[in-house]
C-alpha cells in the first residue's frame, strides 16, 4: 500500500463523518423534528444494505469496501411504520422543548434551568403543571416564594403537550446544518401561500 493511498483514506473517513442521514417514518414525515431524526453515514449504509430502507436522496460521495460502492444516502424511508409515542415523556429537555427554550417569567433564552411554580417546600409536586423553564436570575429571585409573594407572573400557564404540539414546536428549532436535500422533506405539509 503506497502513502497516498492511506492519506486519501483518513482524509475521505474523515469527510464521510460530515453527511448524515435524515430519517422519515414510511409516512414521509420525519420521526422526530428536535431533535431532528438524523443517523450517521454509517447507519444508513448498514440499513440499506440490509434492506430495512428506501434511499430518496443520496450524496455525491461513496462508501466503498473492496467488492462494492454505495452512494451515501441523505434521505432514507423506513420500510416498517413506527407509531409514534402517545404521549410526551416528562423530561428536562422535552420541558424546555414546550416552553420553546425561553424563561417562563421574563422569556430570556439564556441558562436555562427549572422551576416548580408551587415551590416543593409548600406542597408542590414534579409534574408538567408545575414546573416551567425559567433562566437563573428568576429562579433565584423567585426562590421558595409563591409567584404572588415573588412579585412574578408566567408568560403561559404550564401544561402536558401533545405529541403533534411538541412535533410542531420542534419544526421550529431547525439544526444548524440543513442538507437542501432534506427540504421537501421537513416542511412538505407547511401551508403554501398564494399569490
Same mark, same amino acid.
Given at each position: 500500500?503506497?502513502?497516498?493511498?492511506?492519506?486519501?483514506?483518513?482524509?475521505?473517513?474523515?469527510?464521510?463523518?460530515?453527511?448524515?442521514?435524515?430519517?422519515?417514518?414510511?409516512?414521509?414525515?420525519?420521526?422526530?423534528?428536535?431533535?431532528?431524526?438524523?443517523?450517521?453515514?454509517?447507519?444508513?449504509?448498514?440499513?440499506?444494505?440490509?434492506?430495512?430502507?428506501?434511499?430518496?436522496?443520496?450524496?455525491?460521495?461513496?462508501?466503498?469496501?473492496?467488492?462494492?460502492?454505495?452512494?451515501?444516502?441523505?434521505?432514507?424511508?423506513?420500510?416498517?411504520?413506527?407509531?409514534?409515542?402517545?404521549?410526551?415523556?416528562?423530561?428536562?429537555?422535552?420541558?424546555?422543548?414546550?416552553?420553546?427554550?425561553?424563561?417562563?417569567?421574563?422569556?430570556?433564552?439564556?441558562?436555562?434551568?427549572?422551576?416548580?411554580?408551587?415551590?416543593?417546600?409548600? +406542597? +408542590?409536586?414534579?409534574?408538567?403543571?408545575?414546573?416551567?423553564?425559567?433562566?437563573?436570575?428568576?429562579?433565584?429571585?423567585? +426562590?421558595?416564594?409563591?409567584?404572588?409573594?415573588?412579585?412574578?407572573?408566567?408568560?403561559?400557564?404550564?401544561?402536558?403537550?401533545?405529541?403533534?404540539?411538541?412535533?410542531?414546536?420542534?419544526?421550529?428549532?431547525?439544526?444548524?446544518?440543513?442538507?437542501?436535500?432534506?427540504?421537501?422533506?421537513?416542511?412538505?405539509?407547511?401551508?403554501?401561500?398564494?399569490?
Amino acid at each position: 500500500m503506497d502513502g497516498d493511498f492511506r492519506t486519501e483514506f483518513v482524509r475521505e473517513r474523515g469527510g464521510l463523518k460530515q453527511h448524515p442521514t435524515l430519517v422519515l417514518n414510511a409516512d414521509y414525515r420525519p420521526l422526530s423534528y428536535y431533535p431532528l431524526s438524523l443517523w450517521p453515514w454509517q447507519e444508513a449504509v448498514k440499513a440499506v444494505w440490509l434492506d430495512r430502507v428506501d434511499v430518496v436522496a443520496e450524496y455525491e460521495q461513496e462508501a466503498r469496501s473492496p467488492s462494492t460502492r454505495i452512494r451515501i444516502p441523505s434521505v432514507v424511508v423506513l420500510k416498517d411504520f413506527v407509531k409514534p409515542q402517545k404521549r410526551v415523556a416528562f423530561t428536562r429537555f422535552n420541558l424546555f422543548l414546550r416552553d420553546e427554550f425561553k424563561c417562563q417569567y421574563c422569556g430570556g433564552k439564556g441558562d436555562l434551568t427549572f422551576d416548580h411554580v408551587v415551590p416543593r417546600a409548600s +406542597g +408542590g409536586i414534579t409534574s408538567w403543571e408545575n414546573v416551567v423553564a425559567a433562566c437563573s436570575p428568576c429562579n433565584l429571585r423567585k +426562590g421558595s416564594k409563591s409567584l404572588r409573594r415573588a412579585g412574578m407572573h408566567l408568560m403561559k400557564v404550564p401544561r402536558a403537550p401533545g405529541v403533534e404540539e411538541m412535533r410542531n414546536i420542534g419544526r421550529k428549532f431547525p439544526p444548524g446544518h440543513l442538507h437542501e436535500s432534506w427540504m421537501d422533506f421537513l416542511y412538505w405539509d407547511a401551508e403554501l401561500i398564494q399569490e
